[in-house]
């Protein structure tokens, strides 16, 4: 068993890529994601998307009810054993409790997909996830 944490910037106007490989098991402790908008007027929708080859992609929203808009950090976080209306600190706008356990076979890629994502905004990202050998598995289940 191993425990890493990972973080990364993309590039203005692009989606974040969160790669996790290179395990026969991983599993998601949590992940904090900021996305800072630019001036523009848009009305942006993020969501996250972890994929695996093979698999159906399962896809978590980020923000409830509301739009991002124009000049604006948001800062987001999803984690496990956190209820959905947990206040972590006042520093986090949104966070939401990921399924516990939330294991993946092998290789996965986290993925945001934001529409009306515009050139100016930046997405950053930070993600603390463990990975397991299968004979480590049994003792996981109960953990």
């Given amino acids: 068993m191993k ?3 990972i973080a990364l910037t993309a590039a203005a106007g692009a989606e974040i890529t969160i790669p996790i490989c290179c395990a026969d098991w991983v599993m998601i402790n949590w992940i904090a994601l900021t996305l800072v908008t630019d001036a523009n007027a848009a009305n942006r929708q993020p969501s996250l998307n972890f994929l695996q080859t093979g698999k159906p992609t399962i ?17 987001m976080f999803m984690g496990r ?3 959905f209306s947990a206040g972590l600190t006042p520093q986090w706008n949104f966070t939401a409790p990921l399924p516990t356990p ?42």
């Fill in 81 to 83: 054993r956190f209820p």
């Fill in 59 to 75: 896809q978590l929203p980020l923000i409830q009810t509301t739009y991002l808009t124009a000049s604006l950090t948001q800062k």
């Fill in 102 to 143: 939330f294991m993946f076979e092998s290789d996965v890629a986290v993925i945001s997909t934001t529409a009306n994502l515009q050139a100016g905004d930046v997405w950053t990202a930070q993600a603390e996830f463990i990975r397991l050998l299968e004979p480590e598995l049994e003792m996981v289940a109960f953990w």
């Fill in 3 to 5: 425990i890493e944490r």
